[in-house]
Structure formats: C-alpha cells, structure tokens
T-cell receptor, first 109, second 117 residues
C-alpha cells in the first residue's frame, strides 16, 4: 500500500521568513508528486509539482525538492506571507491522488 | 469562470435520506475524480471516470454510493440511505489525460459539505 505522510500537523512561521513543509513516502514506482494548498470550506488549489526526473522545481516563491534516496520531499515558501496561512497537502500521483494528512501553516505578521 | 464547479455547496439531510451531488469539470478535461475529506484528514479517493467510463472505485465506495458520468461531461454522486458517518466534504477534480499517462495535475472544485443529522 502506497503511503504518503506529513508528520507535522502544524507549523508557525514569522512573516518574511522561509516556511518548510515536509512529506515522506513509501516505495513508489512512479515518483510524481503534487502540492496543494487548502483554505477552509474550499477545494484544494494546485501549487507545484515534481517528478522523479528532477530534484527540484521552482515557481515564484515556491520550490519543491525531491530526495529519492530518502523518499522525502519538501516545499519551501520564501518569503512567507500572511496569505500563505492554510493547510498544505502533498499528494502522490498515479491515476488517483494519495494525499498526506496535511500541515496547517500559520504565518505570524 | 472555467474551473471545476460543484452543486450544492452545502447539504444538510436526515439519516436515511438520499442525496445527489453534481460536478461540472473543466470543459476540455476527460478525467473526473471524486474524493471525500473528513476533519483532520487529507482527501481520500472514491472513484474516477475517463470520459463516460468508470475506471476505478475505492473500497470506501460502499454499495450505497453510486456515481455516473453519462455523457462524459458532468458527473453525479448519489448516496442512498445516508448515515451520520457520511458527513464529510465531497470533492470533485478533473484532469486532461494525454496518451494515457498517469501523471496529470488534478484541479479541484470548491466541494460539497454534507451534514447528516
């Protein structure tokens, strides 16, 4: 059974600093992952993706890193802004999405 | 707005009643997915369609649940004889599959929040 785990349920970061959100996964033949951001009472919003042919993917303030040997990925947000306060999910893609349990990020002004 | 839409946004029903939710995907997307999210958890896969064909169903989808996508466009998810445990956010997503690759970004609608009393 393919598992995706986000071991930190919450994270607080000062505005302007870097936010680092982590995700671990078990053995997967198809290493392709997405990060989503979710506000209360809304659907998840796609942020950024990464596949196993890359170690890093960057889009504006968002960068995702993939460490295949450690089966670990991380999302970096820099600089963090108050509007980034939300729940962040990593998800493994293979036909359907398998999500982690999410990390609630709070940006402190 | 050309995103994924869902209707209704909220539904309150009594235990034992039937409910039906609708999802309209992004128009050019050929795949449509249903997920369910409960408090403190990530969304969990229920089922998905490619065009009008239902290709996979999760074991979470009991026989009280049925989903259709009759013309390969919008989809409906029906829950019969609702139970309190069905209370959750029901999310729909769509994607465009090219050459059968399994690595497409899925775009989500706003969800339907169901409360079963």
């Amino acid at each position: 059974d393919q598992q995706v785990k986000q071991n930190s349920p919450s994270l607080s970061v000062q505005e302007g600093r870097i936010s680092i959100l982590n995700c671990d996964y078990t053995n997967s033949m198809f290493d392709y992952f997405l990060w989503y951001k979710k506000y209360p009472a809304e659907g998840p919003t796609f942020l950024i993706s990464i596949s196993s042919i890359k170690d890093k993917n960057e889009d504006g303030r968002f960068t995702v890193f993939l460490n295949k040997s450690a089966k670990h990925l991380s999302l970096h947000i820099v600089p963090s802004q108050p509007g980034d306060s939300a729940v962040y999910f990593c998800a493994r893609v293979h036909e359907k999405l398998t999500f982690g349990t999410g990390t609630r990020l709070t940006i402190i002004p | 707005d050309t995103g994924v839409s869902q209707d209704p946004r909220h539904k309150i029903t009594k235990r034992g009643q039937n409910v039906t939710f609708r999802c309209d995907p992004i128009s050019e997307h050929n795949r449509l997915y249903w997920y369910r999210q409960t408090l403190g958890q990530g969304p969990e896969f229920l089922t998905y369609f490619q065009n009008e064909a239902q290709l996979e169903k999760s074991r979470l989808l009991s026989d009280r649940f049925s989903a259709e996508r009759p013309k390969g466009s919008f989809s409906t998810l029906e829950i019969q004889r609702t139970e309190q445990g069905d209370s959750a956010m029901y999310l729909c997503a769509s994607s465009l599959t090219v050459l059968g690759l399994a690595r497409e970004t899925q775009y989500f609608g706003p969800g339907t929040r169901l409360l079963v009393l």
